[in-house]
């Protein structure tokens, strides 16, 4: 029975506090998406306060006075003074261990070629210029966190017909993104960038809650192509 007794006592005095402690040693970490924006969080430790222990001053040793006996049989007064004990204040001090960012992701501009007047039933080239991918790095209470996302386009050329594509399109001569009017007028078009992506931290990597949708505009006039007759 002693010897159990001694073992599970070194048990509990082998067991680390991190391993008992949520986020003691390590922060915890979250990163998603509200209101079209990037929220990244962060929390270290139980967010409270810590507090110093008290610090007691020993007392000095005191020399003992001792007054000799007279003559006459006179009793011996041995006086001894009581030092006295200083005791530091305990100091609370406020720890904030955790915080919030907010990040933006980029917003595009929808270009087109040609850029004055295109024709009906001629191929009309589309773009923008949003990045393939978005990367930032934060620092947060002290701990680093990559989030990386990616765009997907939903283009709707304003006649009805809508095109998705992972690709931003490029001027002429690619031509990645085209579209063909088949009536002249003047046309909306709207470009829906959809991201999603993931983030690391301490070398984990895992997805973010959400998804960012940002629409761009353009107005675009198609006209008919000039009928001339000739003999």
């Excluded at 430790?45 to 007054?67: E, H, R, Y």
């Excluded at 011996?76 to 907010?102: A, G, H, Q």
């Excluded at 990045?131 to 002290?142: D, E, K, L, T």
């Excluded at 690709?167 to 009017?181: D, L, R």
Aim: aromatic share 10%; hydrophobic share 40%; with cysteine.
């Amino acid at each position: 029975m002693k010897r159990l007794l001694i073992a599970i006592l070194f048990l509990a005095l082998a067991t680390p506090s991190e391993a008992i402690a949520d986020c003691s040693s390590s922060a915890c970490v979250d990163v998603f998406t509200q209101n079209n924006q990037i929220i990244i969080t962060a929390k270290k430790g139980n967010g409270g306060s810590a507090t110093k222990k008290p610090v007691v001053t020993k007392p000095k040793p005191q020399p003992t006075l001792w007054f000799p006996p007279k003559p006459k049989p006179v009793p011996t007064v041995k006086r001894t003074y009581k030092p006295r004990v200083r005791v530091k204040k305990v100091v609370t001090k406020s720890v904030n261990l955790s915080d919030r960012l907010i990040k933006m992701v980029p917003t595009g501009t929808i270009a087109y070629q040609p850029e004055f007047e295109p024709l009906v039933h001629v191929p009309v080239i589309f773009w923008c210029d949003l990045p393939s991918i978005f990367q930032s790095r934060v620092n947060i209470i002290g701990e680093v966190i990559d989030v990386a996302l990616r765009p997907g386009f939903a283009w709707q050329w304003g006649d009805g017909e809508i095109f998705t594509t992972t690709q931003s399109g490029a001027p002429y001569p690619n031509q990645q993104i085209t579209h063909t009017y088949k009536q002249p007028g003047t046309y909306t078009v709207t470009l829906i960038a959809t991201w999603n992506g993931n983030f690391k931290h301490n070398g984990a990597t895992r997805a973010i809650t959400g998804t960012i949708k940002i629409p761009s505009f353009a107005v675009i006039t198609v006209v008919a192509a000039n009928t001339r007759f000739t003999k």
